[in-house]
């Protein structure tokens, strides 16, 4: 069995700054990326970031330049450094991670999310 637990979430105001973490633990026989997710109400489930196993990232344009994403191989971790934090990032967080479980089996699972929220 594998899970994502996220932490880091909270209430922070406009300009300010909050760090996500994610864990993977579990059967986990490779990871070939890990990344955050993110849910407006009422709204589809976004990409927010994504980094490889080789430490190549990808980030949607609405938080480029004030996000970061980073990975501790060794611990499985992926975080979420989230800076010049505005009202409209206030969304459910979800972590992902493409991982294999076995040579043979490949599959997204996600974390339960973590809620940020920005507000004055």
């Known amino acids: 069995q594998v899970q994502l637990v996220e932490s880091g979430g909270g209430l922070v105001q406009p300009g300010g700054s909050l760090r996500l973490s994610c864990a993977a633990s579990?059967?986990?026989?490779?990871?070939?990326?890990m990344g955050w997710y993110r849910q407006t109400p009422g709204k589809q489930r976004e990409l927010v970031a994504t980094?490889?196993?080789?430490?190549?990232?990808n980030y949607v344009a609405a938080v480029k330049g004030r996000f970061t994403i980073s990975r501790d191989n060794a611990n499985n971790t992926v975080y979420l450094s989230l800076n010049s934090l505005k009202p409209e990032d206030t969304r459910v967080y979800y972590c992902?991670?493409?991982?294999?479980?076995?040579?043979?089996?490949?599959?997204?699972?996600w974390g339960k999310g973590t809620l940020v929220t920005v507000s004055s």
């Open positions: 992902y991670a493409d991982l294999s479980t076995s040579s043979w089996r490949r599959r997204d699972y």
């Open positions: 980094i490889t196993s080789g430490g190549r990232t």
């Open positions: 579990g059967s986990i026989f490779s990871i070939n990326a």
